[in-house]
């Protein structure tokens, strides 16, 4: 069965009921651009929560927005014409009558009426951090806008030497570059076993892209991994403790990869550890820090 002859069902997600209906009130064609800004501004202006957003490299961008509106495009509710993205539901079925999230407030009033490089530069001035990672701003902004994003950029530059570690445990991809960014890391080290997530974006191809689009280097060192089947027995605290107890046990035999990492760590300056758990002492990347820290005497933290 075809998407057009197919019956239109509703989004799983409340956050794709949402980008549903504000693609559905714009109703117009908008360029992914363009589409990623209004949201960007409607968000922002209504504090909701339904996507986080990250300097990237036309400003301000949701990954996990822009997924999800390939994902209505694939259930049929949109459609891309030219390079642009619109709402077709009604067309499908004029009978479907889904319960859309509420748009907040006065929809249209809180939206500019300019689109293109104009629409970028107004999110430019109002959020020049946003702009940071912008491959378009010095062609859009005059010399105060440009002086703006300047002055957040060197807000953000930080030189001294620091081991971070960071989990990605209930957190989105943008909330996560956004505090890597914010700490001026240099480089990603991946210190899992297999480095695959069903969490949206922290699989190894999509996090190193990502990563790559904001200026971070990433690496994947396998060997500081602890494989899957050693953690599927873990209920108790007394787990956690005897899985750590056998990860120390095995610092010797993972020595060249800990001098990886110290290598890094001098070379980039700024660099941090990264696994799935949100708490440090549930994952084995605090026994990677405190030995760095211990051995070569170095300052390290977690995020």
Request: net charge positive.
């Amino acid at each position: 069965m075809s998407i057009e002859t197919r019956k239109l069902t509703k989004p799983v997600y409340k956050r794709q009921q949402f980008l549903l209906s504000f693609i559905k009130e714009l109703n117009e064609p908008l360029t992914a651009t363009d589409l990623q800004k209004l949201l960007f501004l409607y968000i922002k202006k209504n504090n909701l929560p339904y996507y986080d957003f990250v300097p990237y490299l036309y400003g301000g961008f949701s990954i996990q927005a822009g997924e999800d509106i390939d994902t209505l495009q694939a259930l049929g509710w949109v459609t891309n014409i030219n390079g642009k993205t619109l709402y077709i539901g009604e067309n499908r079925d004029f009978s479907i009558n889904l319960p859309f999230v509420e748009l907040e407030g006065l929809f249209f009033d809180q939206l500019p009426k300019v689109r293109g490089n104009n629409l970028i530069k107004l999110v430019y001035e109002q959020y020049p951090y946003y702009a940071i990672n912008s491959q378009t701003a010095n062609s859009i902004m005059d010399a105060e806008g440009i002086d703006k994003i300047n002055s957040v950029k060197e807000k953000i530059k930080k030189s001294n030497q620091v081991l971070y570690t960071i989990g990605y445990e209930g957190i989105t991809i943008e909330r996560y570059l956004n505090i890597l960014i914010m700490n001026n890391i240099q480089l990603l080290c991946d210190v899992r076993s297999n480095p695959l997530s069903r969490k949206f974006g922290f699989s190894k191809c999509n996090l190193s892209k990502y990563l790559n689009n904001i200026g971070i280097e990433y690496v994947h060192i396998p060997e500081l991994g602890i494989t899957s089947d050693k953690r599927k027995s873990i209920n108790s605290d007394k787990d956690y403790e005897k899985l750590f107890n056998e990860y120390n046990a095995s610092l010797y035999s993972r020595k060249e990869a800990m001098e990886q990492v110290y290598q890094l760590l001098q070379n980039k300056k700024r660099i941090a550890l990264t696994c799935f758990e949100h708490e440090p002492l549930r994952c084995h990347r605090h026994i990677i820090k405190d030995f760095i820290k211990k051995t070569y005497n170095v300052d390290a933290t977690d995020l």
